[in-house]
C-alpha cells in the first residue's frame, strides 16, 4: 500500500504554560488591625504612665525579665510584644505589621494569623530567656515569625508563583539578612529575632496553608490541602518545643 504525505506533520507543537491570574481569597484582616490598635492603646498606657507615675508600669509588669521568669511570671514570655521604648521601635515594628500582616492574614485565615502571631512572640521571648539576661520589649520577634512564615508559605505554593518564586523568596532572604545583621548593634535584642523566625517557621513548616487549584480554566479557585488536625498539631509542636526550652532554662540557667 502506496501513501502520500499530505502537507506539514499532523502533529502539533506542544503548547506553553500560560499564567492565569488567581484571586486571593478575599478577607478582612481584622486581626492585623486588632493587634496593631491594641499595641497602641499598650503604647499610649506606656506615655501616660509615665507622665503619672515617673516610670514605665506595663514595662515594669510585662518586660522579658529572667529573674521574675524564674520566680513564676511566666506571662513575661507574651507581654513583651506588646510593649516598645520608643515612637520609633513602635512605628517601624507596626509597619512590618501592617506589611506583613494583611497579606498573611487573608492567606492564613483569622484564627491561624493570630496563633501564628503569639507563638512566634512566644518563641522568640523564650529564645531571648535562654541566651541573654537584658531586658527585653517589642513585637520584633513576632514579626521576624511572619517574615518566617511567608518565605514558607512562598516555598510550599512555589508551583503556584512560577518564575516569581525565586525572586520572591530572595526578597525574604535579604530582608531576613539585613535585619539580623543590624540586630548586631547595642541594645537589640537579635536572640528574639531568631526566636521568632524560629517559632515563625516551624509553625508555618506544619500548619501553614497548602494550596491547590481546582477547577476547569476559567473557573479556577484555590483550595487549602492542610486540614484542622494539621493546625493544631503544629501549633502544639511549636508550643510544646519552646515550652520545654523555656522549662530546661528555668531549672538549668546557663546565662
Request: charged fraction near 10%.
Amino acid at each position: 500500500m502506496n501513501s502520500t504525505p499530505a502537507g506539514p506533520s499532523a502533529e502539533s507543537p506542544p503548547s506553553q504554560p500560560k499564567s492565569v491570574p488567581i484571586t486571593i481569597p478575599a478577607i478582612s484582616p481584622r486581626v492585623t488591625y486588632g493587634i496593631l490598635g491594641l499595641t497602641v492603646f499598650v503604647y499610649l498606657l506606656q506615655v501616660v504612665s509615665q507622665a503619672v507615675f515617673g516610670y514605665d508600669l506595663p514595662v515594669a509588669l510585662g518586660a522579658k525579665a529572667n529573674e521574675y521568669i524564674r520566680a513564676g511570671e511566666f506571662w513575661r514570655f507574651f507581654t513583651p510584644m506588646l510593649l516598645h521604648g520608643s515612637i520609633l521601635h513602635i512605628g517601624f515594628n507596626m509597619y512590618a505589621l501592617y506589611i506583613f500582616g494583611i497579606g498573611l492574614e487573608r492567606r492564613y485565615g483569622h484564627s491561624r494569623f493570630l496563633v501564628l502571631y503569639l507563638l512566634s512572640g512566644f518563641a522568640g521571648s523564650v529564645i531571648s530567656f535562654l541566651f541573654s539576661n537584658a531586658y527585653s520589649i517589642g513585637a520584633s520577634g513576632a514579626i521576624f515569625g511572619l517574615i518566617g512564615a511567608e518565605g514558607i508559605f512562598l516555598y510550599h505554593n512555589r508551583e503556584l508563583f512560577g518564575n516569581q518564586f525565586k525572586q520572591a523568596i530572595g526578597n525574604i532572604v535579604f530582608v531576613v539578612a539585613i535585619n539580623l545583621f543590624l540586630g548586631l548593634q547595642p541594645g537589640i535584642d537579635n536572640w528574639g529575632h531568631i526566636g521568632g523566625l524560629l517559632g515563625g517557621l516551624m509553625f508555618a513548616w506544619f500548619a501553614g496553608p497548602h494550596w491547590v487549584l481546582e477547577g476547569i480554566y476559567p473557573s479556577l479557585r484555590l483550595v487549602d490541602r492542610r486540614e484542622g488536625r494539621e493546625v493544631v498539631l503544629g501549633s502544639a509542636i511549636v508550643l510544646i518545643v519552646f515550652s520545654a526550652l523555656a522549662i530546661l532554662g528555668i531549672l538549668f540557667p546557663f546565662v
